[in-house]
């Protein structure tokens, strides 16, 4: 994968991470600090912000923990919504049908670049 083009958060050795593990990391947005994770599943690694859409809290609860093998599912231990590993797509729970803030990931040898953009709010104004 190529080096991502906007700012990016490095999150060293990430390659090493096993099936189903992740890790989270610290990005700055708009002069506040927010918290998000790298998962390796099956399928690859992806990145996503640690916010549920439904309460906007973390995912994990401090626990460092997202992801259920058994589900292959990601899980908020706030309400027991599952996400799709690969989109972040909740499939079942109080935020079905809504995603989790995905962000695109870049190598630098085992190292992952994380891409953080600015947030895209959708509204009537930006939906055509």
Not at 24 to 36: C, P, V
Not at 53 to 59: A, E, M, R
């Amino acid at each position: 994968m190529p080096e991502p083009s906007g700012p990016s958060v490095r999150i060293p050795g990430a390659a090493s991470l096993a099936q189903g593990e992740a890790r989270t990391f610290s990005f700055s947005r708009a002069g506040k600090t927010y918290e998000g994770f790298i998962l390796r599943h099956r399928l690859g690694f992806f990145a996503y912000a640690n916010a549920c859409p439904h309460w906007n809290v973390d995912l994990d609860l401090g626990f460092g923990d997202f992801y259920d093998p058994e589900l292959d599912a990601i899980f908020c231990r706030n309400h027991g919504a599952l996400f799709r590993p690969d989109t972040g797509l909740c499939s079942a729970g109080p935020c079905a049908g809504l995603y989790l803030e995905k962000f695109e990931l870049g190598w630098d040898g085992g190292d992952a670049l994380v891409e953080v953009g600015s947030l895209t709010l959708i509204g009537a104004e930006n939906l055509g």
